[in-house]
């Protein structure tokens, strides 16, 4: 105990407070249990920390009570029919939005070379013969029978090299799926063209070279030829190469 | 809407959450309650008549336990012996005002004692 001297009020409520020593305490305790007035002093001061926490108590409750009434009537705010408008408008808008994307995203992802390719590759079709007059070769009458493989025996075999030859070759090639075979001959079409400075099958053979290079994934050989298609009008596949096809190609090379 | 709704019970959540730790306190003890609506407003009113420095003394100290250094920084006092007498003034006060409402100081005894 410190060397103050206390009243007893001062004392009891030191005690009440939890502020006394040990050795204060236990004289406090003995004298309560033995001085009547002392005792009543206590009592006194007990009920009045008790009568401070029943009304804090009872603001605590008032507050909270407050509090959720306040919350209970807060007005439901109106909203005009012009942001009511808005925000319909604005919330379809975000759905076409997500929509849009979404389809983005998943043509994005399904896009892919062969998926490309078919979507564009159609079988070359030959003029058809008007008379008996000019003789058809072994390749052109195998080619027409869309018998591929023997078209590749009889290039492969024969003499004849002719630029019709090398490009039905190509495409027979294309047709069972021998990439490097076809582009080795169509790229021979645009060979033989520019040293004799002729354009036979010359429009076909840069078509259908750009498609083997996209089956191939050399999607660079492939924009490269399709740009060039693209910007010349007088070109037979000019039609064929659109914007779509291009934007397609440029993913792929981006993914 | 949804979110105004969502804030609200987000709210009453914490409301609640407040509340039922006011229930936990140790020395709150529910059993002991006034639980009359007479005995309520007695007690309302004799503290009432306190000034309001006693009050938010005496509520801080002995309903919401904060040590006397946290009440000198709520109130204007210099420092915590300030405090503690003013405190022990305060006690007395009401120590008085329940002396002259013996069945108030009856009821609080009674509760006090269970």
Redesign the interface.
């Given at each position: 105990m410190d060397n103050f001297t206390y009243t007893d009020d001062e004392l009891l409520v030191r005690y009440i407070d939890g502020e006394l020593d040990k050795e204060a305490q236990v004289k406090v305790e003995e004298r309560l249990a033995t001085d009547t007035v002392f005792n009543n002093s206590y009592e006194g001061l007990l009920i009045s920390k008790e009568a401070v926490r029943q009304y804090g108590l009872k603001q605590k409750v008032s507050v909270i009570h407050k509090q959720m009434m306040q919350e209970q009537m807060a007005p439901v705010r109106q909203i005009g029919s012009g942001k009511k408008f808005l925000r319909y408008s604005l919330s379809i808008a975000a759905t076409l939005v997500l929509l849009a994307g979404s389809l983005m995203l998943y043509n994005f992802f399904t896009l892919s070379a062969d998926k490309v390719f078919n979507l564009k590759y159609q079988s070359y079709n030959l003029a058809t013969a008007r008379s008996n007059e000019t003789k058809e070769s072994h390749i052109v009458k195998a080619y027409r029978e869309k018998n591929f493989l023997e078209v590749t025996k009889l290039f492969d075999a024969g003499t004849d090299k002719s630029n019709e030859a090398i490009f039905l070759a190509g495409i027979a090639a294309l047709e069972v799926n021998n990439n490097a075979k076809a582009i080795n001959n169509f790229r021979m079409v645009l060979a033989a063209n520019q040293q004799l400075k002729q354009k036979l099958f010359n429009d076909e053979a840069e078509y259908y070279l750009a498609l083997t290079y996209i089956r191939n994934a050399d999607y660079d050989f492939a924009l490269e030829l399709l740009y060039k298609i693209r910007v010349d009008q007088n070109h037979s596949y000019n039609k064929s190469v659109t914007a779509k096809l291009l934007r397609q190609l440029k993913m792929l090379k981006w993914r | 809407m949804w979110l105004n709704e969502l804030k609200?019970e987000g709210?009453?959540l914490v409301?609640e959450e407040?509340?039922e730790k006011?229930q936990e306190r140790p020395?709150?003890d529910f059993g002991?309650?006034?639980d009359d609506r007479e005995g309520?407003q007695a007690?309302?009113s004799?503290?009432e008549q306190l000034g309001e420095t006693c009050?938010k003394i005496?509520?801080l100290?002995?309903?919401?336990n904060l040590p006397m250094k946290d009440i000198v920084g709520a109130t204007n006092f210099e420092n915590e012996q300030v405090v503690r007498n003013k405190?022990?003034k305060c006690?007395?006060q009401?120590?008085q005002l329940?002396?002259a409402n013996p069945t108030?100081?009856e009821t609080?005894?009674n509760?006090?004692h269970g």
């Amino acid at each position: 105990m410190d060397n103050f001297t206390y009243t007893d009020d001062e004392l009891l409520v030191r005690y009440i407070d939890g502020e006394l020593d040990k050795e204060a305490q236990v004289k406090v305790e003995e004298r309560l249990a033995t001085d009547t007035v002392f005792n009543n002093s206590y009592e006194g001061l007990l009920i009045s920390k008790e009568a401070v926490r029943q009304y804090g108590l009872k603001q605590k409750v008032s507050v909270i009570h407050k509090q959720m009434m306040q919350e209970q009537m807060a007005p439901v705010r109106q909203i005009g029919s012009g942001k009511k408008f808005l925000r319909y408008s604005l919330s379809i808008a975000a759905t076409l939005v997500l929509l849009a994307g979404s389809l983005m995203l998943y043509n994005f992802f399904t896009l892919s070379a062969d998926k490309v390719f078919n979507l564009k590759y159609q079988s070359y079709n030959l003029a058809t013969a008007r008379s008996n007059e000019t003789k058809e070769s072994h390749i052109v009458k195998a080619y027409r029978e869309k018998n591929f493989l023997e078209v590749t025996k009889l290039f492969d075999a024969g003499t004849d090299k002719s630029n019709e030859a090398i490009f039905l070759a190509g495409i027979a090639a294309l047709e069972v799926n021998n990439n490097a075979k076809a582009i080795n001959n169509f790229r021979m079409v645009l060979a033989a063209n520019q040293q004799l400075k002729q354009k036979l099958f010359n429009d076909e053979a840069e078509y259908y070279l750009a498609l083997t290079y996209i089956r191939n994934a050399d999607y660079d050989f492939a924009l490269e030829l399709l740009y060039k298609i693209r910007v010349d009008q007088n070109h037979s596949y000019n039609k064929s190469v659109t914007a779509k096809l291009l934007r397609q190609l440029k993913m792929l090379k981006w993914r | 809407m949804w979110l105004n709704e969502l804030k609200r019970e987000g709210r009453a959540l914490v409301r609640e959450e407040k509340f039922e730790k006011g229930q936990e306190r140790p020395e709150m003890d529910f059993g002991l309650q006034l639980d009359d609506r007479e005995g309520k407003q007695a007690v309302i009113s004799v503290v009432e008549q306190l000034g309001e420095t006693c009050k938010k003394i005496l509520i801080l100290f002995y309903y919401e336990n904060l040590p006397m250094k946290d009440i000198v920084g709520a109130t204007n006092f210099e420092n915590e012996q300030v405090v503690r007498n003013k405190k022990y003034k305060c006690l007395k006060q009401l120590e008085q005002l329940l002396e002259a409402n013996p069945t108030l100081k009856e009821t609080l005894k009674n509760l006090l004692h269970g």
